[in-house]
């Protein structure tokens, strides 16, 4: 069971919240050209180690927020809100 | 080498079981080969054989990091089926389902195939609509497809709760053609295979980083030295993004996990393959009489091969739901294996960026089945250095094309798929 420490909750059980994709990738702006659109919708780096993902917390306060979690041991290493900044470790 | 037969069975038992030789040879890595092979699961071993056996291109060497056949293709269910919809995917799955029924005469080797059905269950109008539509699909294609309805269902299996007090079963969808293979057996069979045609299976050989000289693959670094080759093809599951990044592109791959589920063992109870229509769960029965079943992903990246434990609360509580008998029984083991999920739910089989490197990826939660037909299409694309027409749509520029293949219509999230 992984733990998520909510910044507005607390620490809640995996099943409040659902993944909700990598939070790495930004949206191009309105001029963006489809090469711009088919990079943030469609590739991914995926990354064996740290990766800040969108989890939403929609069995509480429903709010998206970032996760820096570790994709081999699953460990949750810090929690912000979705302005914030998570620095991935050793990037 | 003598091939396997009832008769050298026969003699071999009156010898003493002393004549059998391994299947194949332990290889130790040459300096160079025609096709390097990355990745020794079904789809490495299976794109290996068919190289040597449809192309006569046997200078292949395949790198396995581990030991053959320990990766996804040891871990999964062993469902094999081509009831898919889109016309690219079902002509593609139906091509591996025919390899399927010939497989142990091209192989020379049991791999336990065994096509006892597979009923698709559904619980209302909408569900059966799209069954409709799909069954329909896969008959306009020359694939074999039947409509049960609650009674049939009952009749095929009598296990099954069909007046659920919550989720009733109106029907399901059959395919009497799907049914089970014996995992580990695919993977040696292929193995045998390709090693009597001359090709090296090199296991315990890492891939750690990628030779490429002017766009062009050159050979592959691994924990056993460089080896060259002018062609690499990938078959590595779920670790696609982590050779891609070697290569110097990201891929629309995402890894997630998948788990699996055994029982004690029992007297046959089922005997066809059933999936759940209200909640995540499947179940078929394993030859050593323990109940083979799963549901969907745990829902995030990971390539941890572990899961946790909402994800089997859920897949056995649908269990209960579908079959209230097995509240009777014990769960025996669970593991779980790394997925590569594409925002489409439909796999690569395709060139790359990098000139003459190769992938067979994306294949999701439902590779097992298409072993055969990957590997062959794979070996196609390599051999001829473009696709298949059964591959062609199968490329990782589709997205930019606007030509998704999302049997589901679940869009762009990987996890959904
Ligand atoms: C729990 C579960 C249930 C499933 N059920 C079904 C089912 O019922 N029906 C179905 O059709 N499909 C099913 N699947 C999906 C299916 O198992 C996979 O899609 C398929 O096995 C993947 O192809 P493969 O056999 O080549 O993979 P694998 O067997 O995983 O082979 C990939 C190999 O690449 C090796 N490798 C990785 N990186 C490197 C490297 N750097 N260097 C060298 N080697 C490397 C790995 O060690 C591994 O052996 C299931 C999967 C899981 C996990
Ligand atoms: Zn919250």
Redesign the interface.
């Known amino acids: 069971?992984?733990r998520i420490p909510c910044p507005h909750c607390g620490a809640r059980?995996?099943?409040e919240f659902?993944?909700r994709?990598?939070a790495t990738v930004t949206r191009p702006g309105p001029d963006g050209d489809?090469?711009a659109f088919?990079d943030y919708?469609?590739?991914?780096?995926?990354?064996?180690g740290w990766?800040v993902?969108w989890w939403q917390h929609n069995g509480g306060c429903r709010t998206f927020l970032k996760v820096l979690?570790h994709?081999?041991?699953?460990e949750v290493r810090a929690v912000a809100t979705a302005t914030e900044t998570l620095e991935v470790p050793g990037a | 080498m003598p091939g396997y037969s009832g008769f050298r069975i026969l003699t071999e038992g009156l010898r003493g079981n002393s004549g059998w030789k391994p299947a194949w040879r332990k290889a130790a890595p040459k300096p160079s080969y025609d096709v390097i092979v990355v990745g020794g699961g079904g789809h490495g071993l299976a794109t290996a054989f068919y190289l040597a056996s449809e192309h006569g291109i046997t200078n292949v060497a395949v790198l396995e990091r581990g030991l053959i056949g320990q990766g996804n293709t040891g871990r999964n269910t062993t469902i094999v089926r081509s009831n898919y919809m889109l016309p690219e995917n079902n002509n593609f799955y139906e091509h591996s389902l025919k390899l399927w029924e010939g497989l142990e005469q091209s192989l020379n080797y049991n791999v336990m195939m065994s096509q006892r059905g597979v009923i698709n269950l559904f619980h209302n109008e909408a569900q059966k609509n799209a069954a409709l539509r799909r069954g329909n699909s896969m008959r306009l294609n020359g694939i074999d497809a039947e409509i049960l309805d609650r009674d049939g269902v009952k009749a095929m299996c009598p296990i099954v709760d069909v007046d659920n007090g919550r989720y009733p079963v109106m029907g399901g969808l059959l395919q009497r053609r799907g049914g089970t293979a014996r995992h580990d057996a695919v993977a040696w069979g292929f193995a045998h295979a390709a090693d009597a045609r001359g090709v090296d299976i090199v296991e315990h050989c890492e891939v750690t980083g990628m030779i490429i000289e002017g766009g062009a693959i050159q050979g592959v670094r691994t924990t056993r030295g460089e080896i060259r080759a002018p062609k690499v093809g990938l078959a590595v599951a779920g670790s696609t993004s982590t050779l891609t990044a070697m290569a110097g592109f990201d891929v629309p791959i995402e890894t997630h996990l998948l788990q699996a589920f055994v029982s004690e063992g029992l007297k046959p109870l089922i005997d066809c393959v059933v999936t759940f229509g209200a909640g995540h769960f499947y179940v078929s029965q394993s030859d050593k009489g323990g109940l083979v079943f799963g549901g969907g992903l745990d829902g995030y990246p990971s390539y941890g091969q572990r899961g946790t434990l909402p994800t089997a609360e859920h897949v056995y509580s649908a269990g209960v739901s579908m079959i209230p008998a097995l509240g009777r029984l014990r769960g025996l083991r669970s593991w779980a294996g790394v997925m590569d999920m594409t925002p489409d739910g439909s796999p690569y089989i395709c060139k790359t960026p990098v000139q003459g490197l190769y992938m067979t990826a994306g294949w999701c939660y439902g590779g097992f089945k298409a072993t055969p037909g990957s590997g062959w299409c794979h070996a196609w694309t390599i051999a001829k250095d473009a696709p298949h027409r059964l591959n062609a749509a199968h490329t990782l520029d589709r997205f930019r094309e606007g030509r998704m293949l999302d049997e589901r219509g679940n869009g762009p999230f990987f996890w959904a798929q």
Request: charged share 30%; aromatic share 8%; proline share 4%.
């Open positions: 069971m992984l059980d995996e099943v659902i993944y994709g990598d489809v090469g088919h919708l469609y590739l991914r780096r995926n990354p064996r990766q993902e979690r994709t081999v041991t699953h």
